[in-house]
Antibody, heavy 119, light 108 residues
């Protein structure tokens, strides 16, 4: 059974960097058949896909245009996890953030992290 | 970007009812890359149906999915108390991956 365990702060100040980590058990971040995603949810934006990292003989990333200039998603093969780093956050980045495995559909999700951007 | 427009945004139903939720894509989604999720308050979404019509393991057979052109339908036959939740469609064909706006199924 795949499990995704999220960690990271719930409060971030405006203009600072949001960092979250998703630890994987039951699968590998280097899997050739999965992609590892970050998704957020807020009342104003609904469910919003942010981006993903995946390995197909080499590492690839895809990002949503809305956050592309501020977002980095990185795998960590030594710890079997992946991370999100969102720079220069504003109150509009306040949301519940989820990590998820994609095998053609998002079949496993992390528990979610409520992130509030406020001074 | 492929937009997926879900309707209705909410509905009221009773236990035993048949419920239909529709998702319309802004362009054709190839290879059946359309999925459905159920979400309950305070929880992450759960995968219900993938590839338009295939039930995820453990999902009751009262849930079904179908497609016609760019229209996709989730049907819940014989609605049960545990089915009151919000449902989302999602296209997995082309980045950015996108979700519908959700349909909240409430008790009448």
């Amino acid at each position: 059974q795949v499990q995704l365990q999220q960690s990271g702060p719930g409060l971030v100040k405006p203009s600072q960097t949001l960092s979250l980590t998703c630890a994987i058990s039951g699968d590998s971040v280097s899997s050739n058949s999965a992609a590892w995603n970050w998704i957020r949810q807020s009342p104003s934006r609904g469910l919003e896909w942010l981006g993903r990292t995946y390995y197909r003989s080499k590492w690839f990333n895809d990002y949503a245009e809305s956050v592309k200039s501020r977002l980095t998603i990185k795998p960590d093969t030594s710890k079997n996890q992946f991370s999100l780093q969102l720079n220069y956050v504003t109150p509009e980045d306040t949301a519940v953030y989820y990590c998820s495995r994609d095998v053609g559909a998002f079949d496993f999700w992390g528990q979610g992290t409520q992130v509030t951007v406020s001074s | 970007d492929i937009q997926v427009t879900q309707s209705p945004s909410s509905l009221s139903a009773s236990v035993g009812d048949r419920v239909t939720i529709t998702c319309r894509a802004s362009q054709k989604i190839v290879n059946k890359n359309l999925n459905w999720y159920q979400q309950k308050p305070g929880k992450a979404p759960d995968l219900l149906i993938y590839a338009e019509s295939t039930l995820q393991s453990g999902v009751p057979s009262r849930f079904s999915g179908s497609a016609s052109g760019t229209d996709y339908t989730l049907t819940i036959s014989n609605l049960q108390p545990e089915d009151f939740a919000t449902y989302y469609c999602q296209q997995n064909y082309h980045t950015p991956l996108t979700f519908g706006g959700g349909t909240k199924v409430e008790s009448k």
